[in-house]
């Protein structure tokens, strides 16, 4: 790749959602806003490092899109009538916005919402499933293709495919020609948007350990997302709360990684690597999120917030990580939340002094974990396994760790975490 395409990385991104909300907002149609944005956003990559250069990304963009849809609407014998109206348009599209600069006259350009939140709040409509929402919010705000989405999912393509045609298809029937909701709808919709974002950072958190790209780097596409939201809504706790989680996972994320790219596990993280300024600031939200509430996010950033001040693994308060999770399966009662609890109250058990009490505790929470490695979500199943083979592993059990970690490494969705689990059924053999 020639440093002028690569350079257009860092610019795609931030141009992305807006050329489709514009490309949409002209067509009626998020399917075709996806199609001609792809069309436009691909000439400009043929013609990067070109005389006279591109100027504005998105204007340019935006602009090649409309032009193609109107060529398109012209060859279409079978809407004559409206090729003529369009037609119109495309002169005042030309005095208007020539490529390289925005239009005076476009409704967006005075329109106060962010882009990529415009493009959430219709993605996550409440007519559309989870799975479907996260789908259209990952091609439609990030700009994925397919086969990234399907990796970030853990699924074949054409998974990734049929969930985004259903997806948009769902859409289409649901409302019709493509609108942003108005500000009463949307704060109805913003639950929705929060889950949907989260969900876009628990993919990178898990997936994503260590972003070679813009492209890939959904966690700092999360927290821009994040930041977008808490201008908008500055006084929401929950909102407050998911900028605290995805700022202190952020801040954590430098560590996660040995010098082989292998994954580290939390009681072997080099703290010391870790962002103390992003973690400060995440602090501070989840404080101020705190004071307001007691939701979802709330808890997850006080959760947050303990590991992330905690001087070690060992100086942790598991207590208040168990309470808080205990907490969390009443608000949000997710397999994951199950597991993350048990897997803290293991953690507790296992620094206690040797008691018989403390054993059991530990056949407790390890039956618990059992019962979800079996017959669990797919991630809850693998964190539960994830469990059991460390539980094995700190109590001196080699020969049952290196049988679940050699298992585990031809299950788990990712390279790095397989490079560890790889790596401990060696040890462990």
């Not at 989405?149 to 045609?165: D, E, K, M, N």
């Not at 690597?273 to 939200?285: F, K, N, P, S, V």
């Not at 299950?411 to 401990?424: D, G, I, Q, S």
Request: proline share 6%; charged share 25%; glycine share 6%.
């Amino acid at each position: 790749m020639s440093e002028s395409v690569a350079g257009l990385g860092e610019d795609f991104v931030d141009a992305w959602p807006r050329i489709v909300r514009a490309l949409a907002a002209t067509t009626g149609s998020v399917d075709d806003a996806q199609e001609y944005a792809a069309e436009a956003v691909a000439r400009a990559v043929a013609r990067a490092g070109d005389e006279p250069p591109l100027g504005s990304l998105a204007a340019w963009c935006i602009a090649v899109g409309k032009r193609a849809w109107i060529d398109d609407r012209r060859r279409a014998a079978t809407e004559q009538r409206h090729v003529q109206r369009v037609a119109a348009e495309l002169t005042t599209l030309g005095e208007a916005e020539a490529p390289g600069g925005a239009s005076a006259d476009d409704p967006l350009a005075s329109t106060a919402l962010d882009d990529r939140l415009a493009l959430l709040f219709v993605a996550c409509d409440p007519a559309l499933t989870e799975q479907a929402r996260l789908v259209l919010a990952l091609r439609l705000v990030c700009g994925l293709d397919v086969p990234r989405i399907a990796a970030h999912l853990g699924v074949q393509p054409s998974a990734a495919a049929a969930r985004l045609t259903r997806a948009k298809r769902a859409l289409a029937e649901a409302r019709g020609r493509f609108h942003v909701p108005e500000a009463p709808e949307r704060r109805v919709r913003l639950p929705v948007v929060l889950a949907s974002v989260a969900g876009m950072f628990t993919v990178a958190h898990r997936d994503v350990l260590d972003p070679q790209t813009p492209f890939d780097d959904l966690g700092r596409q999360s927290l821009s997302i994040a930041d977008a939201l808490v201008a908008e809504y500055p006084d929401d706790p929950e909102v407050r709360g998911l900028r605290a989680v995805i700022r202190l996972g952020l801040a954590r994320r430098p560590g996660r990684l040995d010098a082989d790219g292998a994954a580290v596990p939390l009681d072997e993280v080099d703290r010391r690597r870790w962002d103390r300024r992003l973690i400060e600031a995440g602090l501070d939200d989840a404080a101020a999120a705190a004071e307001r509430g007691d939701g979802r996010f709330v808890l997850e950033a006080a959760i947050a917030g303990l590991h992330s001040s905690a001087p070690s693994f060992a100086a942790t308060d598991w207590n208040r990580v168990v309470d808080f999770y205990r907490a969390l399966e009443r608000v949000w009662g997710a397999p994951s939340v199950t597991v993350a609890r048990l897997a803290a109250e293991l953690h507790r058990a296992l620094l206690a002094p040797p008691s018989g009490e403390r054993t059991a505790r530990l056949r407790h929470v390890e039956g618990e974990l059992r019962a979800l490695a079996e017959g669990s979500a797919p991630y809850a199943a693998i964190d539960a396994r994830l469990a059991l083979a460390d539980l094995d592993w700190r109590t001196g059990r080699r020969a049952e760790a290196s049988a679940r970690y050699a298992e585990l490494a031809g299950l788990v969705p990712t390279e790095p975490v397989r490079r560890f689990c790889l790596a401990r059924a060696g040890a462990a053999g």
